[in-house]
């Protein structure tokens, strides 16, 4: 039998240079499964307020080995971690901690 999965609250934050990152985004709002999906733009939008989420996504594109300094300065804003900290192992705790 079929359970029913509990619809989450999710804010996909990011940050594109050249468009890529953002048509990866929508992309992933398309395919939500009827989550509650908010879209940030880091360049254009007032600042979410994490803490209403229930999980956060962020999509940021790579130049030169380095993540956007706004996104870099977006993480530092919700915890005292910086994005090259984050990695497969620890994201579990990380989104908790940026939930808080
Ligand atoms: C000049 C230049 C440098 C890049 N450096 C890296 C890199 O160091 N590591 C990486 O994984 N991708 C690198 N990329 C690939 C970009 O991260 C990739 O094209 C990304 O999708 C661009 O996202 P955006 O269109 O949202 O800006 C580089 C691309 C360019 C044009």
Redesign the pocket.
């Known amino acids: 039998m079929e359970t029913k999965k509990e619809k989450m609250k999710i804010a996909i934050v990011y940050c594109?240079?050249?468009?890529?990152?953002?048509k990866v985004v929508r992309k992933i709002a398309e395919k939500s499964g009827g989550n509650q999906i908010s879209i940030f733009n880091l360049k254009e939008d007032k600042l979410p307020n994490i803490s209403s989420f229930e999980g956060i996504i962020l999509g940021t594109?790579?130049?030169?080995?380095q993540s956007s300094k706004l996104m870099q300065a977006f993480v530092k804003k919700q915890t005292d971690k910086s994005v090259s900290d984050i990695n497969s192992d620890n994201i579990d705790r990380f989104v908790q901690e940026i939930n808080r």
Do not use: H, V
């Not at 594109?16 to 953002?22: H, L, R, Y």
């Open positions: 594109s240079k050249q468009g890529t990152t953002e594109s790579i130049y030169a080995g």
